[in-house]
């Protein structure tokens, strides 16, 4: 046994006295160790989340809404006459961390849910590496295009779990696919999907999850014919494929053969026959009997030939009858026509040549980079699933996976950290929706979901290995030094002996939402209380993000009871010195909404109803200046740049010369999505969370309502027209809240909420 250092000494001493694991580097220190291959990363253990976080429905989606009941009648067993589903499995599109999201799933009420509904039957994932697009998002805006990079909250999770290297990309997928081997059936597949330059490590990471026993395939898909990274004097082969790791949880699993067309040549050499009437291609099989009595096969004579047969006399008879059976000359064996367009196929092998990706003007194009195509995931899913099975992809992106599942008669579970993933994966499944119900075709409802409370500790760059003392010290230097910086972004000067606030600006005081998660209820709430304790009635609340659903409800609460609370968007300029020193840097407020209800009274044989026209819509969001663009701009080119709440195109021709060309002509041009709910109060938000004496799951009233999406209008990239005023919802008499969303072509979310008397 090697002898230790005096620092790793000290450092067993201090984790036995802490209580903690060691981590494995000692194992093979410290003990003999029979593993034959095992990756070993700097900072890797053992220790896996199993934090439950409750899950907040925050939208409901059964798109397309009836305004009749005879619309629904196809499906009324599982939609009321609303549209509403009714029972069964609703599917599940979340918006988080997934590491939280697959240890509230594992570990929470929603399990049993999942375990009625048979388990995980497939997961599949396609965790980008080494991308750095991989939360940025092309925007068109009129004629051009925008790239609209990842909010800070993006950024901090790229720079944690891929902007490391290697390192920390294994550390991160290897904890989140111990929590998907334990989400899984017994029967369950995982297909992860990975690009050349990390599959090789990864494999040897779920050889260790999953055991070397349970793989199955390495899948080698060509994702395009030529790479542009080949040029004169490179000295590598074109890298042309990605891979796909294919694994089982047991010997137990769903498998459903493929097969891929026969090609032309192969055609034409091995069904050489063309059938005069039909012009159907065939070949001539041989229908004598290898084996004879031996194997129990039929003896006698059939056309003048006597031979040991595959089928009995009556069955010969019935296939001459109908031209199946063909003897081509007297006294030659009868052989038996086989059609090309019967037979399966070529059985899939490993190597997937035959599927492009998504083409610049397919229809299902999102706008992703990584974007893959649907027939890629068809294959996937009908290789690996049954209809009516369960499957997730806790990487979902633009929502391929859950398109081609609800197309596929699969339930499904998708997750995502960007919001504006989840804002273009809501799109994409209501347009699947509209296909579906147009085709005749059944679909179910799907809900949008936050993480209700997140815990900060598994979001701050904390080193797990200090002592627990050592990292709440880290813990609030980092925290200290982030808030001095915010504040001196927004000049406000800093406060103490506050609970909840962290400084003073124009008689308003200022608080400070976390660096490295939304901005909740929950956080508001905690304001809230403290305003009222303090008398305190003006206050602004500065953060990245904000969590879904979060406005206007707590903004209305907050304003019955007296206090005035702003709410403004931290820009990622805060981070640049020389912006904050010039005082360049601009908290923009959350977006505002106008909209002007249309009542129709009622009168004989027709109940009243109520549309909503959406009148006006402001954005106040930045990304990069004017100035910067003018000033680092080569001559013959052009940048596009958000500044306070307009999308300028700067161009510079090739005398030098600068020009602008404002963008967004009208509010209109912002939007990209709106939403309505009829009757907004109409269905409670509850939580499942443990009661912590009895141990059981309890529902509880979060005290905001889910938003019910009962009419909608959104750009595609096919489609960029917009309706502005709504269909008209019939509606019983009397005094209502109908609540608008709308969703700009940033993807942050903005809801109001006005009252009518019907």
């Not at 697009?133 to 909010?151: C, L, Q, V, Y």
């Not at 099989?285 to 129990?296: C, L, M, N």
């Not at 019935?318 to 009868?334: C, F, H, N, S």
């Not at 750009?715 to 969703?743: M, N, W, Y």
């Amino acid at each position: 046994m090697p002898r230790l250092t005096e620092q790793e000494q000290q450092e067993i001493i201090r984790y036995i006295e802490a209580d903690k694991p060691l981590p494995e580097k000692y194992r093979f220190l410290l003990f003999e160790d029979k593993r034959e291959v095992e990756l070993v990363w700097n900072g890797k253990t053992n220790e896996v989340c199993n934090i439950v976080l409750p899950f907040q429905v925050i939208e409901q989606v059964d798109e397309p809404r009836a305004e009749k009941p005879e619309d629904t009648a196809s499906q009324f067993s599982l939609f009321d006459e609303r549209g509403r589903q009714l029972q069964g499995w609703t599917n599940k599109l979340i918006w988080g961390d997934n590491k939280l999201i697959l240890s509230s799933l594992k570990n929470g009420p929603l399990r049993e849910e999942i375990e009625r509904q048979g388990g995980l039957k497939l997961i599949y994932i396609d965790p980008p590496f080494d991308v750095g697009a991989d939360f940025s998002m092309d925007i068109e805006i009129g004629g051009d295009t925008f790239t609209k990079r990842p909010n800070i909250l993006e950024e901090i999770a790229y720079r944690d779990t891929w902007g490391k290297g290697a390192d920390s990309f294994i550390a991160m997928i290897y904890e989140r696919l111990i929590l998907m081997r334990d989400l899984l059936a017994e029967d369950g597949l995982l297909l992860l999907h990975m690009g050349w330059n990390i599959s090789h490590h990864v494999r040897l990471v779920i050889d260790e999850i999953f055991g070397r026993d349970n793989f199955i395939n390495q899948i080698i898909w060509r994702r395009q014919t030529a790479h542009s990274d080949i040029g004169q004097g490179s000295k590598h082969l074109g890298r042309i494929h990605d891979v796909i790791l294919l694994y089982s949880k047991s010997e137990q699993f769903a498998w459903n053969m493929q097969y891929q067309p026969y090609s032309k040549e192969y055609a034409e050499a091995f069904y050489k026959e063309v059938d005069p009437e039909t012009g159907r291609r065939y070949q001539l099989g041989d229908i004598t009997a290898p084996g004879g009595a031996s194997k129990g096969n039929p003896y006698y004579e059939f056309l003048g030939v006597t031979r040991f047969w595959r089928f009995s006399e009556k069955r010969m008879h019935e296939l001459y009858a109908k031209g199946m059976i063909v003897q081509k000359k007297p006294g030659t064996v009868p052989r038996q026509k086989r059609f090309l367009d019967e037979m399966p196929g070529v059985p899939l092998q490993d190597l997937w040549l035959d599927i492009n990706t998504v083409q610049p003007q397919a229809r299902e194009r999102t706008g992703y980079a990584t974007q893959k195509p649907e027939e890629l995931l068809e294959r996937i899913i009908n290789l690996g699933s049954n209809e009516g099975d369960l499957i997730a992809d806790f990487f979902c992106g633009s929502g391929t996976t859950a398109a081609v599942a609800e197309k596929l008669g699969r339930k499904w579970i998708t997750s995502d950290l960007g919001k504006f993933a989840i804002h273009t994966t809501r799109k994409r499944l209501i347009g699947v929706q509209r296909q579906l119900k147009a085709e005749g075709r059944d679909y179910r409802a799907f809900e949008i979901l936050n993480l209700g409370k997140y815990e900060r500790q598994h979001y701050i760059g904390v080193n797990p290995n200090l002592r627990e003392a050592e990292q709440q010290k880290q813990l609030q230097e980092k925290e200290a030094a982030f808030l001095d910086l915010i504040l001196r972004a927004y000049r406000a000067e800093k406060t103490e002996g506050f609970a909840t606030f962290h400084g003073k600006k124009a008689g308003r005081l200022v608080a400070v939402g976390p660096v490295n998660l939304p901005v909740t209820r929950l956080f508001v709430e905690e304001i809230i209380l403290e305003c009222r304790k303090k008398h305190i009635t003006r206050v602004d609340i500065l953060g990245f993000e904000f969590e879904m659903g979060l406005f206007p409800n707590v903004l209305d609460e907050a304003r019955a009871k007296g206090i005035d609370i702003a709410p403004k968007y931290i820009p990622a300029e805060v981070f640049d010195k020389r912006a904050v020193e010039k005082n360049q840097v601009v908290f923009h407020d959350v977006s505002f909404i106008e909209v002007k209800p249309h009542v129709r009274p009622g009168r004989a044989g027709v109940p009243p109803a109520v549309a909503i026209e959406l009148t006006d819509f402001s954005v106040f969001y930045s990304q990069d200046s004017i100035a910067n663009a003018e000033a680092t701009l080569k001559d013959k080119a052009s940048k596009i740049v958000v500044e306070r709440g307009q999308i300028v195109k700067v161009s510079k021709d090739k005398h030098g010369i600068v020009s602008r060309e404002v963008l967004t002509q009208s509010w209109k041009d912002w939007i990209d999505y709106w939403a309505v709910d009829f009757n907004f109060e109409s269905k409670r938000e509850l939580v499942r969370v443990k009661n912590e004496d009895s141990g059981e799951w309890e529902e509880r009233w979060t005290g905001d309502y889910i938003f019910e999406n009962e009419w909608q209008s959104f750009r595609t990239k096919k489609d960029r027209s917009l309706e502005l005023t709504s269909v008209f919802h019939e509606c019983t008499p009397g005094r209502r809240k109908l609540a608008v969303k709308v969703v700009d072509i940033f993807g942050n979310d903005t809801m109001t909420i006005v009252e009518v008397r019907i």
